[in-house]
């Protein structure tokens, strides 16, 4: 993906909102999976004045679907890893002014955890999501809390999935005597993809034990 160039210029230089409270997001412990789109081009999403993502009500409907909106958490997962993509470079040396290489856009970010002592029946159910291209997950958080895109970060009125791509769930891996049966999983956000990131905090249930299907 590459850069988005604004020309003609503005007057001045974007503002910087500094002055917003600082941001942290605890250890992803699981992930609530579900298609980006319900039909054709109608979005999965929230629409916080009529469902609003930070009560249960709102989300058991989802858990309970049989239909394109339905949603699905993942088991505990454990080592979570995320790394962010690096920038893609083009030039250098003397390819441009300088040897100085020329930012062109950034690499998607990995995510990658393990799912232990899990039944691989559970696993295989995982797999199947592999084939589903157009999916996005919720993110929870240690703190019960979730992980998401709003379409305006200071006063969200929507709020969606994060889209994923390049889903994998591994096969099982023996733990043996001192280690841990486990599978792993993993897939890539793409470019950008944290530029609209809201951090939901529910106020009658945990994201990590009452997202269960009814």
């Keep these: 993906m590459g850069l988005l ?20 997001v605890g250890q992803i412990q699981k992930a609530v999976i ?14 916080v004045a009529t469902a609003n993502p930070n009560v249960l009500a709102s989300w058991s409907p989802l858990l309970a679907a049989a239909d394109g909106t339905k949603a699905v ?9 995320t790394e962010p993509g ?9 390819e441009t002014l300088g040897g100085i290489p ?15 002592f899990t039944s691989q029946a ?4 995982l797999k199947k999501y592999q084939t589903e291209g157009n999916v996005g997950v919720y993110l929870a958080d240690e703190f019960g809390r979730i992980i998401a895109l709003a379409d305006d970060v200071d006063t969200p009125t929507e709020i969606f999935p994060i889209p994923i791509a390049a889903l994998f769930v591994g096969d099982k ?4 005597l001192e280690g841990a049966d486990m599978n792993s999983i993993a897939w890539k956000f793409p470019p950008n993809w944290s530029d609209k990131l809201v951090i939901i905090t529910p106020t009658d249930f945990n994201a990590l034990t009452d997202l269960v299907t009814p």
């Design 5 to 24: 160039v604004n020309c003609p210029q503005g007057a001045a230089i974007a503002d910087v909102g500094i002055a917003r409270c600082p941001e942290s």
């Design 34 to 47: 579900q298609r980006l789109y319900s039909t054709g081009a109608v979005k999965n999403k929230f629409v």
């Design 86 to 94: 690096a920038a893609r470079e083009f030039g250098g040396g003397n």
């Design 73 to 81: 958490q993942t088991p505990y997962i454990q080592a979570p890893t």
């Design 173 to 176: 891996a023996f733990g043996g």
């Design 122 to 125: 559970t696993i295989a159910e």
């Design 102 to 116: 020329i930012i062109i856009g950034r690499e998607p970010t990995s995510f990658t955890g393990n799912l232990l």
